[in-house]
C-alpha cells in the first residue's frame, strides 16, 4: 500500500462526493484522494483501476456493480486493487448524512486496511460490522 502519516492512501472514486475526500485529507489529516483529483468526470473504471493498483492505493466505492462488469472485475483482480464497498443505499443519503457515516466508519476502514491482503475486497454495511466480500 501506498505509504503516508497514517500508511495507507485511499482514493474516493466518483460514486462518491468529492467534499468528502476535502473533508477526510484537509480537516482529518488523511492522505484521501478523490478520483477527479486524478482523472477527468466520466473515466471509464478499467481506465484508472490499474494506476489505482500499481500505487497501491485503497479504493472506497459505492459502486458494487464494478464487480459484474467484465472489465472492471479484471482490472479489480488483475492489478490487486483492496476496494471497500459502501452499502447499496449510501448514495441516496443526503450530503451530510453520507459525511457522517463515512466518518463513522473510517477509522474501522482505516484498521481493515492496515492489515488487508493486497486485492482484499470489503463490504461497509449500513449497520453491523464490516465483512471481507
Avoid at 475526500?21 to 478523490?34: F, S
Avoid at 472506497?60 to 483492496?82: F, G, N, P, Q
Avoid at 457515516?101 to 463490504?123: K, N
Wanted: charged fraction near 30%; charge should be positive.
Amino acid at each position: 500500500m501506498a505509504d503516508s502519516g497514517s500508511g495507507i492512501a485511499f482514493l474516493l472514486d466518483e460514486s462518491i462526493p468529492k467534499v468528502l475526500a476535502v473533508i477526510l485529507r484537509d480537516h482529518l489529516c488523511l492522505n484521501v484522494t478523490h478520483l477527479l483529483d486524478r482523472f477527468p468526470s466520466g473515466t471509464e473504471d478499467a481506465a484508472w483501476l490499474p494506476t489505482v493498483g500499481k500505487e497501491g492505493l485503497v479504493l472506497v466505492t459505492s459502486d458494487r456493480a464494478m464487480t459484474r462488469r467484465k472489465l472492471e472485475k479484471k482490472a479489480l483482480e488483475r492489478y490487486h486493487v483492496t476496494t471497500f464497498f459502501l452499502y447499496e443505499g449510501f448514495s441516496r443519503l443526503t450530503r451530510l448524512k453520507q459525511i457522517g457515516f463515512l466518518t463513522w466508519r473510517w477509522e474501522r476502514i482505516m484498521e481493515l486496511a492496515s492489515t488487508a491482503r493486497s486485492g482484499e475486497r470489503f463490504r461497509i454495511p449500513e449497520r453491523g460490522e464490516m465483512k471481507p466480500d
